[in-house]
């Protein structure tokens, strides 16, 4: 299942590209390739005195750092490194670039020391507005030459600030302080700029997921997937696409910490948004961890991985080995194994799997002699039958691959006092999906409520998926 991953410190600053510092008329149009945007003209500012005298201080000596040829040596170092930690492709190599990186951005800020320093002297003699933003525009310089979160995020924070920020870009400034913050783990900081940032209508870079985050870096699961279930709410009603990283970021902490309702929402819309085999398998093994369901559900939940191909491995195919013999489910048992084999994940050969086929047979001969479905057939009829002999009919005509049976016998079913509802509207619509009903068969699942709603919520998507010819 996929885990949380984020931009390396080095990609964030290459990725910095705002209009910002041109505004000020500090760098070049050229630097604004990443936003893709026009740079706009330089603000006309109106600096304090003390402030201005201190800034064009620190102007010319940090214009002057830059042409160093020891700092330009260092950087170029920096940017090596960075073009190794992009290039590794393991952990390893990944971890020991990562700490070459570091030690060269290192040595390059302490060569920019002074100008820090310098900076840090003339945003004391900050007397208004004006004087924030060219602090704030300096201080992103700075950030941007040496790929310092530290710096971009003060000089960001000085600008938004200011008031002076483009309104188009406030959203965008929030979202790269939010980062930022959180790299630095300033969780309540982040979380208040990332919130500014997705209320403000920036939801690219994962700006949501990130939002989340803060959360979940706290412990407060509850938290984290509420801003990751409306802001997928959000962008459904926007038109949007989901994002795949932040329900797949969902799904894992709602198993984490064992919350099916939420397992069932984001697992839903997960395989609804993108319905592949992986996510269905992490689907599932999350419904079956966090649900913890009794034999009867999770025989519903291997029934979908059957119908869905998301069996992930043998120990799937063992545990409805396991509940189809426990219940009596001959015939299930042996298309399970069938698939197993099928799948290199079975052999016919493992004990476990002869036994399973061996009483599989034998339960089909007994069943056979005996007449089970022509018994329940009739039995079921009779106007003193009791709920539990026509869920039976059912359950065996289900089982037994008549799904229009046990539909018919469901229906009997359903209205009877006492009975499970859950499990009866589940399994009609199960039996009306087999039957490629699956209009129907949706509108069943969507009746299931209490513990069994969330496994009727992801049959109810696979149902929706056959409807539109997936």
């Known amino acids: 299942m996929i885990r949380a991953s984020f931009l390396s410190r080095p990609a964030l600053g290459i990725a910095l590209a705002l209009a910002t510092v041109a505004g000020a008329g500090l760098v070049a149009a050229p630097a604004m390739a990443a936003e893709k945007q026009k740079a706009p003209p330089p603000l006309k500012l109106k600096l304090s005195k003390e402030f201005q005298a201190a800034s064009n201080a620190v102007l010319i000596q940090w214009q002057n750092t830059k042409k160093r040829p020891d700092v330009l040596a260092k950087q170029a170092e ?145 938290g984290g997937m509420k801003v990751l279930r409306d802001a997928n709410e959000l962008a459904k009603t926007e038109g949007r696409p989901a994002s795949i990283p932040a329900l797949q970021r969902g799904l894992k902490v709602a198993n984490d910490v064992m919350d099916v309702s939420n397992v069932g929402y984001f697992g839903s819309e997960l395989v609804k948004a993108q319905p592949n085999t992986e996510n269905w398998g992490d689907t599932l093994a999350a419904l079956r961890r966090a649900g913890r369901y009794d034999k009867y559900v999770l025989l519903d939940i291997a029934r ?33 194994i069938d698939a197993g084999v099928a799948a290199g994940k079975l052999t016919k050969t493992d004990i476990s799997v002869a036994d399973a086929i061996t009483q599989a047979n034998a339960r089909i001969k007994t069943d056979t002699a005996q007449n089970l479905l022509g018994g329940y057939d009739r039995d079921a009829r009779l106007p003193t039958a009791k709920p539990a002999t026509i869920v039976g009919a059912g359950d065996s005509f289900l089982s037994y691959g008549e799904p229009a049976k046990a539909e018919e016998f469901y229906k009997l079913a359903a209205d009877k006092p006492g009975v499970d509802q859950g499990l009866v509207y589940t399994r009609m619509g199960i039996a009306q999906y087999d039957q490629g009903k699956y209009a129907d068969a949706a509108a069943s699942f969507g009746k299931v409520t209490g513990p069994r709603a969330p496994v009727a919520q992801v049959w109810a998507v696979q149902a929706g998926i056959k409807a539109k010819g997936g």
Do not use: W
């Open 78 to 222: 920096m940017k090596a490194a960075e073009q190794a930690l992009v290039a590794a492709t393991t952990r390893r190599a990944q971890a020991d670039a990562q700490k070459v990186y570091d030690a060269k951005q290192v040595e390059l800020l302490a060569l920019m020391q002074a100008d820090s320093a310098a900076l840090d002297g003339a945003i004391a003699k900050i007397a208004n507005n004006d004087d924030k933003y060219q602090a704030g525009s300096i201080g992103l310089d700075m950030g941007l030459f040496a790929n310092s979160q530290a710096l971009q995020r003060k000089g960001l924070e000085l600008e938004l600030q200011s008031g002076l920020v483009p309104a188009d870009k406030v959203a965008l400034f929030n979202y790269y302080v939010g980062k930022f913050a959180y790299g630095a783990k300033d969780y309540m900081a982040a979380r208040t700029a990332l919130a500014a940032a997705t209320a403000g209508g920036y939801h690219d870079g994962e700006a949501d997921r990130y939002h989340a985050e803060t959360y979940f870096a706290q412990n407060d699961g509850p």
């Open 304 to 336: 979908l991985a059957d119908r869905t191909g998301s069996y992930s491995n043998g120990s799937d195919y063992m545990e409805m080995l396991q509940i189809g013999t426990n219940l009596g489910l001959p015939k299930e048992v042996l298309k399970t």
